[in-house]
């Protein structure tokens, strides 16, 4: 069956049905609206194919993930990241020769110019990595400009910057943080030891490189390297789809991923597992917090996954290997190894599909890496770049792409007469006004604006204090 009809108003519609490489089916939508004048509506795009792709399968309900037909099981057994990498953006697994020259490209490029290191001077010391990488990324466009018309060879080179240059502007922003010189990247070292040498040596002690936290490292960055369609992979796509200057287009899809629903997960479990051991709780307290609603399990549950999340059996079993290790005491990995065992024997998890995600184990990784709590997501990033880079670098080769640019359905106020300013009284308040600003502030408490400097004697913010700039 390859058509679909929508019968609207009793004129019916025929819709084209496409059938994905696995049998996946999408009904095409696409003239749906020069037909019939109506259009779907689907917030926050749970139901909606924003596009073709041949990066990234996954089936949620059978817990599959492949990059480019690769099951991510064999992938994180045996590959490096810079290998996944490379099979991402270029869609087979590269020859020892072009694994080679990848490599080089990507060392040769891991250098930022060094004026750049000037703007790390100028931030706050309490930035956070995250803030910073955004923003130096998409300063990388005017350090190296990008032209109108790319080719292959200039395509390589900005891939090449940005997955390793991404990886370096992390680790200076650790050490802007911690008040500590930057390290430069080096050419003897390969890309993960690269990063945690650059993170964790200074000018007066070297680092020492653990195999297995180098393991775990490379690990955690080939099962983050692609999701197909998430927030950031999208934000990619659609900034993307405006043709702006792809280190801008890739610091988007980082903004993206910085906040607390996407990326930032992995920071909020260890939390959850320190507040439930300075408690004196095993987790079944917590457990049943959750169950009442009363506090929320994180790293457990996914939007997509209906069944176990195939990268956190693998961090789980990285875990095991990381903790333990002789000497290594870590309760929290105690305390999450209970959870999960609870919770997947209790009913109110089993019933909603509830299983550990890939965030619920990769804090635990990366703490015992002692990478710390704030470079978390900064790590995540790291690993998202190939994906990103892959995303755009199919779109921009697809002659169907078009700008990004959604639909809505207006429920607003219907047309009505100008009021001159001398003729409104009390503040207007449509009800969908106040519906929109309870909405906005229920609850959060995080919507004050909140002044991080003083204001001098005398003056207004930009925003007009006394409501003068308004006029
Ligand atoms: N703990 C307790 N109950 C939960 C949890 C959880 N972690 N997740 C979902 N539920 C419950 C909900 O309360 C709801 O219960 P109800 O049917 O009685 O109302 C039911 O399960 C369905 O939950 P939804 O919120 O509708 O599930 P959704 O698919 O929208 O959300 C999400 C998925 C956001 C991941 C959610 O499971 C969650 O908040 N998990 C914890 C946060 C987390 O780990 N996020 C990382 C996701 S992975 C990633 O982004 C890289």
């Known amino acids: 069956m390859n058509k679909a009809v929508l019968n609207y108003g009793g004129v019916e519609t025929e819709l084209d049905v496409l059938t994905g490489t696995e049998g996946e089916k999408g009904i095409d939508i696409q003239k749906l609206r020069c037909r019939t004048g109506i259009v779907t509506l689907d917030e926050g795009y749970a139901n909606t194919g924003s596009c073709t792709s041949a990066v990234t399968y996954l089936d949620g309900e059978k ?8 099951p991510i099981e064999e992938l994180a057994a045996r590959s490096r990241f810079v290998e996944v990498a490379y099979l991402l953006m270029y869609g ?6 072009q ?3 990848f490599s080089g490209l990507l060392n040769n ?6 004026d750049m290191r000037h703007f790390f001077l100028a931030f706050p010391n309490y930035a956070h990595p995250m803030g910073l990488l955004t923003t130096m990324v998409a300063s990388l466009a005017t350090f190296y400009p990008v032209p109108e018309e790319m080719g292959d060879e200039e395509e390589r080179q900005v891939i090449a910057n940005l997955v390793s240059q991404v990886r370096t502007i992390a680790a200076f922003s650790y050490k802007k943080f911690i008040g500590e010189p930057a390290v430069y990247p080096s050419y003897r070292l390969r890309f993960v030891e690269n990063f945690l040498n650059m993170m964790f040596s200074s000018p007066v002690s070297n680092y020492q490189q653990d195999p297995d936290v180098v393991k775990a490292i490379d690990t955690f960055l080939v099962l983050h390297a692609d999701h197909e369609q998430n927030c950031s992979t999208s934000t990619v796509r659609m900034v993307g789809s405006s043709l702006a200057n792809v280190y801008a287009v890739i610091s988007s899809g980082i903004a993206a991923l910085w906040g607390r629903r ?17 408690s004196g709780d095993d987790g079944r307290r917590f457990i049943e917090n959750a169950k009442r609603k009363e506090a929320r399990l994180m790293g457990f549950g996914h939007r997509v996954y209906r069944t176990f999340d195939p990268r956190a059996v693998i961090l789980k079993n990285l875990c095991h290997k990381l903790l333990s290790k002789p000497g290594v005491n870590n309760p929290l990995f105690d305390i999450a190894l209970k959870i999960e065992e609870a919770a997947l024997k ?5 019933s909603r599909n509830l299983y550990p995600n890939v965030d619920f184990y990769s804090g635990l990784i990366l703490k015992a890496a002692n990478i710390p709590y704030d470079m978390f997501t900064v ?7 190939p994906g990103w880079l892959a995303h755009w670098r199919e779109m921009r080769r697809n002659e169907n792409t078009r700008i990004a640019r959604p639909r809505q359905i207006y429920v607003g106020p219907a047309l009505r007469n100008y009021i001159p300013l001398d003729k409104r009284g009390a503040p207007q308040t449509s009800t ?3 519906r929109e600003r309870e909405q906005s502030t229920a609850g959060s408490g995080r919507f004050t604006p909140r002044r991080l400097l003083p204001m001098p004697p005398g003056e207004t913010n930009s925003l007009g204090e006394n409501g003068s700039e308004f006029a």
Do not use: C, W
Request: proline residues 2%.
């Open 63 to 70: 817990g599959i993930l492949r990059y480019r037909g690769y």
């Open 92 to 97: 087979e697994l590269p020859t020892s020769k």
């Open 99 to 101: 694994l080679n020259s």
């Open 109 to 114: 490029s891991s250098l930022i110019h060094e």
């Open 262 to 278: 996407h990326g930032g997960a992995n920071q909020e479990v260890i939390a959850m597992l320190a507040s439930i051991l300075e």
């Open 346 to 350: 209790d009913d109110y998890f089993l």
């Open 379 to 385: 790590l995540f990033a790291i690993g998202r770049t």
């Open 432 to 434: 969908t006004a106040m």
